[in-house]
């Protein structure tokens, strides 16, 4: 790439011989005009000089003609003329031809579209994140940076997928790249090494892939932060051994919620109100049963199933096509799709089942079967491919387990508010009996829509009205401050899940009483409007004056000084 980054002498190197043809038969067809001789005038030839010669091989070698000048020829020079015509016509023909063939040429569309994604990254400006990998994953990535406001650069391996991006309605211009995002070359190209490149977000289906992308990301860019996906336990231990700040696994994720599920129904319950789409309703379903499980398939996915019941002490029946007996699991040899081997499984005693094989329509046949063999059966889907969608929507399993959905989101959860992934370390942490009094509080507040999550930093910049009142000393507590702007009676749609201070002094769910001190960031969740109206309180010093006092501030600065001079004075009074 770094050699053809100059498009004008690769096109030099391509067309040489075409040029140097039609430069040498140029010159002949001149030379030959120069000594052909003319008209003969006082019995002395004449000759054409080398300017007009030229000038004539010129507009007739590209078919414009104005005739012949400066006089008219004889027949020698018409003769030349003649074979300057065909010598001309061979060589343009050659010419053109390896224009079109040089046009037509991978290595030159390669150059063209490098040189023109170099120079679209040079020009940002506003911070960026470079995403690494554009299929179903990174497109749900692109959509909510969009969103955010924030741009993307994307590099792709994948030609086809690359020219999605022009399908898909973005604010604002994607640059991409269809190039091996594991090239350092590369990703210095894309922005790794560029002042306003925030992020970088591996999410390519290849590890050793990622794993190169985070090892360069060290490397070149210590100071970016960089956001891998992991399906393999060593390349997570890899990537962790040189500090990749944030590593994520579909399956262990999912692993770890359906353990918490089987441990905790009430803390899954919360986590996913939060953790969900906004805007979406979370529906009422029924928890993961404990009892007898069958895990179909003992891949990756398999593994962690099996990995994370185990931990619940929730007896496991594996059914497989190459059993690996452990001494600890009853195995099954078949792949589940069969009613015969889904029976020596115990599917009809059995309380769930984990359709976890590669194949979409493998796991879609499993459950099919099964729910037929067992009406009460809780199942668990996989869905691999974002284009089955239709047809898993349409069994309606208890949970439908999408890799590029789980690793969309959780990464969206990691961008828009990096306060959510302590709190909800938090919150794992806590007891049943507490995340299924917060769920009932919370959801009796905001209802069982999802919430927007968003997070709040009170400082000069993001929060300047209520910064100067604390540092001034005023005391504010999270009560006062979660008031409608329009009416300071109401409270606002939205609650205070985390509190972030500088001195490490952390308070999950605090109280409404808890003061605000400057530097403080706010975990709040909520309705897009009212957090939309807790930017606007914290920022505008009107709308603060009004929240905390009741007293509406006349706009603009002669008003003000205006009614500074109708104030009337308070009283003296003695100390």
């Known amino acids: 790439m770094a050699r053809h980054h100059s498009i004008f002498f690769l096109i030099m190197r391509r067309l ?21 001789p003319g008209p003969v005038v006082d019995g002395t030839p004449t000759y054409l000089s080398f300017f007009h010669a030229f000038y004539f091989i010129s507009y007739t070698a590209t078919t414009i003609g104005f005739g012949e000048i400066p006089y008219t020829f004889s027949d020698q020079q018409r003769l030349w003329v003649v074979i300057s015509i065909y010598l001309s016509v061979i060589g343009w023909a050659y010419t053109l031809g390896s224009v079109f063939s040089l046009l037509a040429d991978r290595s030159l569309r390669q150059a063209i579209a490098m040189q023109a994604f170099v120079r679209a990254v040079r020009r940002l400006r506003e911070p960026f994140y470079l995403v690494c990998g554009y299929g179903e994953t990174g497109r749900l990535i692109c959509q909510a940076l ?92 890899n990537m962790a051994s040189f500090g990749t700040r944030h590593i994520i696994n579909p399956f262990e994720h999912f692993s770890e919620t359906l353990a918490l599920s089987l441990h905790a129904p009430k803390a899954s319950q919360l986590l996913g109100w939060l953790t969900g789409v906004p805007g979406t309703e979370v529906e009422q379903r029924r928890d993961p049963p404990r009892g007898h499980w069958i895990v179909c398939g003992h891949g990756r996915f398999g593994r962690q199933m099996v990995s994370a019941m185990d931990s619940e002490a929730v007896p496991v029946t594996i059914i497989d096509l ?35 094989t590669s194949s979409d329509a493998d796991n879609l046949s499993i459950a099919v079967t099964a729910r037929e063999l067992n009406r009460e059966l809780f199942v668990i889907l996989r ?23 789980v690793i969309g989101h959780e990464c969206i959860a990691i961008l828009s508010t990096p306060l959510l992934v302590p709190f909800l370390d938090e919150v794992r942490a806590r007891d049943e009996d507490w995340c299924g009094t917060q769920l009932e509080r919370l959801t009796d507040r905001l209802g069982w829509t999802v919430p927007e999550i968003r997070s709040e930093r009170i400082n000069l910049s993001r929060a300047p009205a209520l910064y100067r009142r604390l540092m001034k000393g005023q005391t504010i507590t999270l009560d006062t401050l979660l008031r409608s702007p329009s009416d300071r009676t109401r409270r606002l749609d939205c609650e205070v899940l985390f509190l972030d201070r500088d001195d490490d002094d952390h308070v999950l769910m605090p109280a409404p009483e808890t003061t605000i001190r400057a530097g403080d960031e706010l975990l709040l969740a909520g309705s897009r409007a009212a ?37 009337p004075r308070p009283n003296p009074q003695l100390p």
């Open 146 to 237: 969009d969103r955010m406001g924030l741009r993307a650069v994307v590099v792709e391996m994948d030609e086809n997928k690359v020219g999605e991006l022009d399908l898909h309605a973005y604010a604002a211009d994607v640059p991409a790249l269809c190039a091996d995002a594991g090239n350092p070359e590369t990703l210095k190209f894309a922005g790794l090494t560029h002042p306003s490149c925030i992020g970088v977000i591996a999410l390519t289906n290849d590890d050793p892939t990622n794993l190169s992308i985070a090892i360069s990301a060290r490397l070149l860019a210590p100071r970016v932060p960089a956001l891998c996906r992991a399906e393999h336990v060593a390349t997570a231990d």
């Open 531 to 567: 957090l939309n109206d807790i930017g606007l309180i914290i920022a505008n010093e009107h709308t603060l004056a009004y929240i905390l006092t009741g007293e509406d501030l006349p706009g603009g600065w002669i008003w003000e000084k205006l009614a500074r001079r109708n104030r």
């Open 322 to 356: 190459d059993p690996k007996p452990d001494g600890v699991h009853r195995w099954v040899q078949g792949d589940g799709t069969g009613a015969e081997s889904l029976r020596k499984a115990g599917v009809e005693t059995a309380t769930g089942i984990v359709c976890g």
């Open 16 to 36: 040489r011989a075409p040029l140097i043809l039609l430069i040498v038969l140029f010159a002949i067809s001149v030379l030959g005009l120069t000594l052909a």
């Open 383 to 405: 869905q691999n491919h974002e284009s089955n969608r239709a047809l898993f929507d349409a069994y309606d399993a208890d949970i439908t387990v999408v890799p590029s959905r």
